[in-house]
């Protein structure tokens, strides 16, 4: 499976922005795909996580309440709706997925096969 992520850009603390994961190449809805970032300088988080097994989802303690993440499984797209953005939510955002998560593993970078190649969401103060 391809994923291709887009929908960062410049935003002001306090505004909004919708990323999308989409994919080719498979069905999508067997895959558990999370949204990861990483900051300049820092290692790259988990942010938020949807598992397929149970249609389950699970956000960092940064953005719980902020973010959404779901699917169109007929546009093959994972989305992250951002909400009231601050300046430490800048980063580069990837999607990530893989068929064979178990929820234990959500976090771990090394546990998804497939990766898109990032998006940058900028937020000025």
């Known amino acids: 499976v391809q994923l291709q992520a887009f929908g960062g850009g410049l935003v002001q603390a306090g505004g909004s922005l919708r990323l999308s994961c989409t994919a080719s190449?498979?069905?999508?809805?067997?895959?558990?795909v999370s949204w990861f970032r990483q900051a300049p300088g820092k290692d790259r988080r988990l942010v938020a996580a949807?598992?397929?097994?149970?249609?389950?989802?699970s956000y960092a303690d940064a953005v719980k309440g902020r973010f959404t993440i779901s699917r169109d499984n007929a546009k093959n797209t994972v989305y992250l709706q951002m909400n009231s953005l601050t300046p430490e939510d800048t980063a580069v955002y990837y999607c990530a997925a893989d068929s064979s998560l178990i929820r234990s593993s959500l976090a771990s970078q090394n546990a998804y096969a497939y990766w898109g190649q990032g998006t940058q969401v900028t937020v000025s103060s």
């Open positions: 949807l598992y397929t097994r149970d249609r389950s989802t």
């Open positions: 190449g498979s069905t999508f809805s067997r895959y558990s």
